[in-house]
């Protein structure tokens, strides 16, 4: 069963920080590329970074510069440190593999304060 459980959203202030977790099941996580994804109100989900099992990363331009993803193998577990928030952020960010699967967890919310 495909488990997916984010944490670590919150609210802050324009500039701020925040460290996003999600933990995996391993039948998922152990070999395959992880993603986060945001979908703020009113629009569509949207993808973020994604790290290959190897550490490579991709990030959408938007974020470049602010945002590290990085992953923890022995505790599937993949992070999004954000850095110098926007208020253009805030979202409700989501975990999952790269291309997404077709099941999500809950979501974690983000809410940047101008």
């Known amino acids: 069963q495909v488990q997916l459980v984010e944490s670590g959203g919150g609210l802050v202030q324009a500039g701020g920080s925040l460290r996003l977790s999600c933990v995996a099941s391993p039948s998922i996580f152990t070999a395959l590329p992880m993603a986060w994804y945001r979908q703020a109100p009113g629009k569509q989900r949207d993808f973020v970074a994604q790290?290959?099992?190897?550490?490579?990363?991709v990030y959408v331009d938007s974020v470049k510069g602010r945002f590290t993803i990085s992953r923890d193998n022995a505790k599937n577990t993949v992070y999004l440190q954000m850095n110098n928030l926007k208020p253009e952020d805030t979202a409700v960010y989501y975990c999952?593999?790269?291309?997404?699967?077709?099941?999500w967890g809950q979501g974690t919310q983000v809410t940047v304060s101008s």
């Open positions: 999952n593999i790269y291309p997404p699967g077709h099941s």
């Open positions: 790290i290959a099992s190897g550490g490579g990363t």
